[in-house]
């Protein structure tokens, strides 16, 4: 059992926890994540992990509600548990002394990205970062962000809150001095930033969210297509040049499980209530 | 000993019928497929034994079980002594007597098998064990006083509990990690339910536990600590690698990453480690079999435990594409034959050269080529060659690919002293299953590559007995030099 220690709503579906799971906070490196499940009925889902407190024992993941799994999650709080997790997973992100780079995070990415930016600050280079969110009021973690980097760019969809437009539109005016480009977000942003980036030859990462079942190499179901080559997300990346990246592969595979899903959701949906008892009820006994 | 029935008699006495669902049945549910002997059939087959001077069972058997001494406490009703004689050399009977490739091992070399059908050995282990284990009396034996030595084990497959088990008796304190949230490696993620039901090895865990081992889930050493870590701050005298051999392979044919490819171990894992054989009341989805035509690749228990579940999640056809004929598959008999009878379709001497797929990148066939076996390659075995001209596509929306694992590597790479094969296997001492590091010991699938459940087990025990002797003396001397 991992003790939720604290828990905050960050946007509206957003979630930040605090988790107790001492070995992991001692471990995590930034660009790695923990696989969860939350009860003894659950699936197993990856969720990157924005920070950790190797003194406190406790690690933090944010959450964003898109499925069953993430929304029922995203129901508990301070004084629940979850019944597993595993880490920490991945390979750490590659800091190097770059020189100038553009961090861009699209929606719950920008958690994702945060500890990267961090750690490439800390290694010496110049950051930039470009937060992208549909509207102001999903906008995330913008403070951090501006702790972690040197100046930052805000783009909405609808304008209410910075510039108005995609976050590749603020890349293609900053990209004449961009030496490094790291892009987590969903995955046509991913995609747009590797083709804006592609032909000034500008290294570019990305970290890919396909379907994880283990975390450790077991099963293959993450496999991406990088280049010619078929990796494993989870114990070769989930970073990778995004130059090599077939997002058309990890867009159709990560579409798979769409009836089971949207299934799980719409049942979840109409038994709010009895999941989440079932998850606290569980507890208790433990 | 009270078998009175003169040898000649006994050659004759058929072989007693392992009762099991019927095959319509249970193609279609996750239920048991073997029921188990009743006491009256096991003391009649093992009426049978003909109690060799110089038993071959025991000599083909690769923990030496003494099958004529069980056997013996079987027809004298002493079933519970007939577990004890068991238990000397194999700690997890109830396991080994369903899943025991029986044919190649005890049973293959039974003497009765010259005239008649083999002793059913498998069968028997399972009844005593089975017995055992209902009326609740696993022997538990008591462990030796405290020694005050730390022992880790990594990885909680059949090799990892079997050294846990003689680990604590020996009276050190033992924990093992597991990178899962479940115990048992392959028994639990792999082996399906109707083959071997998970309580059985929940059971053995339980019993582990009572005798003192402690368990750690979610620790995937190399990640949430490393072996030197172990051996360091945490205060472990010696570290024991199971590790196994999960990482699977593909068959590098075009259109591998078609929605609707599965390596075996993704497929069974979702389905047994996950439940989605019970989906929506687990949530982990598994791709709808129901109406739908499946492929399996291979020839092993593997491609037999996936084809199967495939069936039961209702799959319409379901093939078994294999590129060796059946004679060379190296499944159990029992599986091949209880997968015919569930109507599983062979597809022998074919070998899959493309997958094809849909334009939204979903698979739609798979394109195979027919094999003739040719000369022996270097392993023994005719080397099956592609039939010019012959290639068919076969009909499908999901298949399996189940040609062989790998090595788990994330103990090696990170503990660098640890020498391993080429194929990353470790290096261990075959008797004292010593590492080129020292208090590093491994042994199981880790160091054989994939194998069995028995062999495993028989790494195990050897492993404590080394780590015993490596605890008492301090000596490392070294075999595998690193
Ligand atoms: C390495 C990695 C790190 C991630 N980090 C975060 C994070 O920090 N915060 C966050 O909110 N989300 C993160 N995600 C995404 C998160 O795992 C999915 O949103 C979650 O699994 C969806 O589960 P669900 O049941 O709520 O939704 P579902 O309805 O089951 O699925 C919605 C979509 O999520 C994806 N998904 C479903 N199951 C899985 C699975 N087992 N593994 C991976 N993706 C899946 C699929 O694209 C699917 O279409 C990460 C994913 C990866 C691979
Ligand atoms: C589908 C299938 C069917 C089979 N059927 C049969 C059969 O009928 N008869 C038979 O005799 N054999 C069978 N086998 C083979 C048999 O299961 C294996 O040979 C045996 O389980 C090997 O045991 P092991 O203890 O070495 O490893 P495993 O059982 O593989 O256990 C290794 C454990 O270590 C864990 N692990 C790996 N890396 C780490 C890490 N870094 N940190 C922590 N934990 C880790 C794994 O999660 C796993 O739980 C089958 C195998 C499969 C896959
Ligand atoms: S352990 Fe396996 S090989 Fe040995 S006697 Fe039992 S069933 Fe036969
Ligand atoms: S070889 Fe067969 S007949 Fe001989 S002791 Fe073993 S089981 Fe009995
Ligand atoms: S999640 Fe199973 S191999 Fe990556």
Redesign the interface.
């Known amino acids: 059992m991992f003790p939720i220690v604290n828990a905050t709503l960050l946007a509206p579906g957003v979630k930040q926890f605090e988790i107790e799971a001492p ?2 906070a001692r ?1 995590q490196q930034p660009g790695q994540f923990v696989i969860i ?1 939350i009860h003894d ?4 889902i990856p969720l990157t992990i924005k920070s950790s407190d190797p003194k406190k024992g406790t690690i933090t993941l944010v959450v964003q509600a898109i499925g ?2 993430t929304s029922l999650l995203n129901e508990l709080g301070r004084g629940d548990a979850i ?7 991945g390979k750490p992100s590659e800091i190097e002394k770059y020189g100038r780079c553009v961090v861009i995070g699209g929606g719950v990415g920008t958690a994702i990205a945060l500890p990267t930016a961090q750690a490439l600050k800390d290694a010496g280079n110049h950051v930039t970062a470009i937060l992208g969110a549909r509207t102001k009021n999903l906008l995330i973690l913008e403070k951090e962000v501006r702790e972690a980097s040197h100046e930052v760019f805000v783009m909405t969809d609808d304008g209410s809150y910075g510039g108005r437009g995609l976050v590749t539109d603020k890349l293609r005016e900053l990209i004449g001095e961009a030496d490094f480009v790291l892009a987590i977000g969903p995955v046509p942003m991913m995609r747009a930033v590797a083709e804006a980036t592609r032909p000034r030859a500008i290294k570019t990462v990305v970290s890919l969210n396909s379907i994880m ?2 975390g ?6 993450c ?1 991406v ?1 990088i280049g010619n080559e ?1 990796k494993f997300a989870c114990v070769d990346g989930p970073e990778f040049d995004a130059h090599q990246v077939d997002f ?2 990890l867009m ?2 990560n ?3 769409r ?3 949207q ?2 959701l719409a ?1 979840f949906k109409e038994h709010r209530a009895e999941e989440v008892a079932r998850v606290r009820g569980a507890c208790a006994h433990v | 000993m009270s078998n009175t029935i003169p040898n000649k008699e006994r050659m004759k006495l058929p072989r007693q019928h392992m009762p099991e669902i019927a095959a319509d049945v249970r193609a279609r549910n996750f239920e048991e497929v073997n029921l188990g002997f009743e006491a009256n059939a096991a003391i009649i087959e093992s009426l049978r034994c003909l109690a060799c001077k110089t038993p071959t069972c025991t000599r083909s058997c690769p923990v030496g079980v003494d099958v004529k001494e069980f056997l013996a406490r079987i027809i004298d009703k002493d079933y519970l002594g007939a577990a004890a004689v068991i238990r000397r050399d194999n700690a997890l009977p109830a396991i080994t007597g369903r899943v025991c490739p029986q044919e190649d091992q005890c049973e293959g070399d039974c003497l009765v098998a010259k005239r008649n059908e083999s002793v059913a050995i498998g069968h028997l282990e399972r009844f005593v064990a089975d017995y055992e284990r209902k009326t609740g009396q696993i022997g538990i034996p008591e462990n030796a006083p405290s020694t005050a030595k730390k022992v880790a084990i990594v990885g909680s497959g059949p090799a990892g509990l079997s050294a846990a088990g003689d680990l604590v008796q020996q009276g050190h304190k033992v924990r093992v990690f597991e990178a899962l949230h479940e115990l048992g490696g392959v028994l639990v993620y792999g082996i399906p339910e109707f083959r071997l039901p998970k309580d059985i090895v929940r059971q053995e865990v339980d019993v582990l536990r009572k005798r003192g081992v402690e368990f750690e889930t979610n620790v995937i050493v190399g990640k949430t600590v490393t072996v030197d870590e172990l051996l360091g701050e945490e205060g472990y005298d010696a570290v024991f690698v199971a590790t196994g051999a999960g990482l699977p392979q593909f068959l590098g044919v075009p259109g591998e990453n078609l929605n609707g490819v599965y390596s075996a171990n993704e497929f069974l894992t979702r389905v047994n480690l996950m439940r989605a054989y019970r989906f929506p009341d687990y949530d982990e989805p598994v791709y709808d079999c129901r109406g739908k035509d499946v492929v399996v690749v291979g020839g092993g228990n593997t491609a037999m435990d996936a084809v199967r579940t495939a069936r039961r999640l209702g799959a319409r056809n379901a093939y078994l594409v294999y590129r060796r004929g059946e004679e060379e598959m190296p499944a159990r008999k029992e599986e091949v034959k209880h997968a015919k009878e569930e109507g599983i379709e062979f597809r022998m001497l074919t070998n899959p050269v493309e997958l094809i797929g849909d334009e939204r990148g979903w698979l739609t066939g798979v394109r195979c080529v027919r094999m003739e076996l040719g000369e022996p390659g270097a392993d023994g075995r005719r080397k099956p060659v592609p039939v010019a001209g012959s290639e068919f596509v076969i009909d499908a929306s999901l298949v399996i690919v189940a040609v062989g694992t790998s090595a788990n590597p994330l103990v090696q790479s990170t503990t660098p002293d640890l020498k391993t094969t080429k194929k990353n296997y470790i290096e261990a001492d075959p008797e004292t299953l010593r590492t080129s590091k020292k208090g590093v010991f491994a042994g199981g699938d880790i160091v054989t590559g994939g194998a069995t459940v028995i062999l495993a087990m028989g790494a195990g025990r050897k492993a404590a007995k080394g780590i015993g002797e490596y605890l008492s003396s301090g000596a490392w001397p070294l075999t595998v030099n690193g």
């Open positions: 070995r992991i471990k499940r009925a659950g699936e197993r069953k799994t019944l597993d997790v595993a880490g920490p997973l079942v283990d450790t190499g077991m099963c293959g179901g496999r297509a078929s058309g592969v159709q595979r579409a798979m499980y009836d089971a899903e299934q799980l049942h």
